[in-house]
């Protein structure tokens, strides 16, 4: 008398598909890669983003969002001002789209549109913002800075307030002969 091998079959089909759905739900034991480790891979430098990314998310099509702690400002060769969202279309050699990271200029902030590095890789890296294309050294952005909360005025970080003097009811007169 012959066995019937379909519920063998079946039971080992169940096994198998059970055991991909697992693997497909349970997370890798290395998680997804930081957006430190993401830019090099688009040859781009690891220190465009400061410290303090709580979280990011890529879609296939390039587009992403990276969330920060809090907004905050980094000292490169210029004042960068990081929103606490920052989006953009992510391609191999350029960020484009790109919203929540400004630039102070003189007094006033402009936003940062695009960032570009040459391809074959060079010692430079372009800001474009607005219609103006800023040549950067690219190796100011090679490490991951620290994100501040540091007062800005005049073009400059201050790392304190300015104080002024206490103002006085007497002042002494200064005698000219």
């Known amino acids: 008398m012959a066995s019937n091998p379909k519920p063998h079959l079946l039971l080992l089909l169940l096994l198998s598909l059970s055991t991909l759905s697992l693997s497909l739900i349970s997370p890798s034991p290395y998680g997804p890669p930081s957006v ?12 465009l983003l400061p410290d303090s990314v709580e979280s990011y998310s890529l879609s296939e099509d390039g587009s992403f ?18 929103d606490k969202e920052i989006t953009g279309m992510l391609k191999y050699g350029s960020i ?10 003189f007094f006033l902030w402009f936003d940062v549109d695009e960032i570009k590095v040459d ?17 950067l050294d690219v190796d100011q952005f090679k490490t991951v800075h620290s994100c501040s909360k540091m007062k800005v005025s005049c073009g400059r970080l ?3 307030t300015v104080e002024l003097p ?12």
């Open 36 to 47: 430190y480790d993401l830019l090099p891979k688009f040859g781009l430098p690891s220190g």
């Open 65 to 82: 969002v990276v969330e920060l702690r809090e907004d905050c400002y980094i000292q490169f060769d210029y004042i960068m001002y990081y």
């Open 96 to 105: 484009s789209d790109l919203r929540g990271i400004q630039v102070q200029r």
């Open 119 to 135: 391809l074959p890789p060079s010692d430079s890296i372009y800001f474009q913002v607005g219609f103006i294309n800023k040549k």
């Open 158 to 160: 201050w790392n304190r």
């Open 166 to 177: 206490t103002p006085v009811d007497d002042i002494e007169m200064l005698m000219t002969e």
